[in-house]
């Protein structure tokens, strides 16, 4: 099972066996005044929340995570709070699974034989792949609270045993790439990890360190990209992340466009 109540290195877990979101769960504490360093973690959820409004499946035996914390300086955090929580997720998965070779994160999609290692890579804004396909989730939330102070919520999802079918994009599970793990280790490695990065991100140089741990990382630059905005479709070249966490595309006419929100395809269509 999932720890619960237990308090680990400073952070404390409420764990679920089945729970609606642990995100709703975080955002209620939050509004609560509860001083934060918090997770709720769950083996399933019935109302897992994706990002843009979507849902997000959550069966039994995959994690749910959310980790509410209220940042000395909210300002303009929760984009760079979502590169931390991507290098933790990526640190604790392939610590979990050494032989995932961290390199592009596309080749296993087009059929590539890779050797029978999955790659784990950063799909921005904040995805996990793995061989090309969806194995992890970040929705981050913000909630002003009742004292003027901004808590952030950093959901995390993972498919530990099942992969959602009926996607838009493939999707695939720790159990798919053979990797005989369950929730609460991974949920242990997770929260291990954070606290790494969390320290190395507020330790003044280590803002800039997480962004290239990121963008070393990243799955896809130098392809083709299609990113979808509230405006439309921009195609261009995946050119890399620049020092603010946003995707830098170059369009057919070489122009450089700075993206802060979207949703990014890879190949053309
Ligand atoms: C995405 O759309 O990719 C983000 C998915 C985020 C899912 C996680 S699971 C834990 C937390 N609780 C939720 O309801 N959603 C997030």
């Not at 955002?27 to 609560?32: L, V």
Request: glycine content about 14%; some cysteine.
């Amino acid at each position: 099972p999932l720890p619960d109540n237990a308090v680990e290195a400073g952070y404390r877990v409420i764990g679920f066996d089945s729970v609606g979101s642990t995100n709703i769960e975080a955002m209620k504490a939050a509004m609560a005044g509860n001083a934060g360093k918090i997770w709720y973690a769950a083996l399933q959820q019935t109302e897992g929340r994706g990002r843009r409004g979507r849902a997000w499946e959550s069966p039994y035996g995959n994690l749910a995570a959310s980790l509410m914390i209220v940042p000395d300086a909210p300002s303009n955090s929760l984009a760079g709070l979502g590169f931390v929580a991507g290098v933790a997720l990526n640190t604790a998965l392939t610590r979990l699974m050494p032989a995932a070779a961290i390199r592009s994160g596309l080749d296993g999609a087009d059929g590539v034989s890779d050797g029978g290692r999955a790659r784990i890579a950063l799909k921005w804004p904040n995805d996990v792949l793995a061989d090309g396909a969806k194995l992890a989730g970040i929705l981050l939330e913000a909630q002003k609270r009742p004292d003027g102070r901004t808590a952030i919520v950093i959901g995390i999802g993972v498919n530990v045993v099942a992969a959602p079918q009926g996607l838009p994009y493939p999707a695939t599970s720790l159990a798919d790439l053979g990797a005989p793990l369950d929730a609460p280790s991974v949920f242990e490695a997770l929260a291990e990890s954070w606290v790494e990065c969390y320290q190395m991100w507020n330790n003044g140089s280590g803002t800039n360190r997480i962004i290239h741990r990121w963008r070393d990382n990243a799955a896809g630059i130098g392809a083709e990209v299609a990113v979808q905005r509230g405006d439309g479709v921009l195609r261009g070249i995946f050119e890399t992340i620049d020092d603010a966490g946003h995707l830098i595309v170059r369009d057919d006419e070489g122009h450089r466009i700075a993206i802060t929100a979207g949703d990014v395809h890879f190949g053309t269509t």
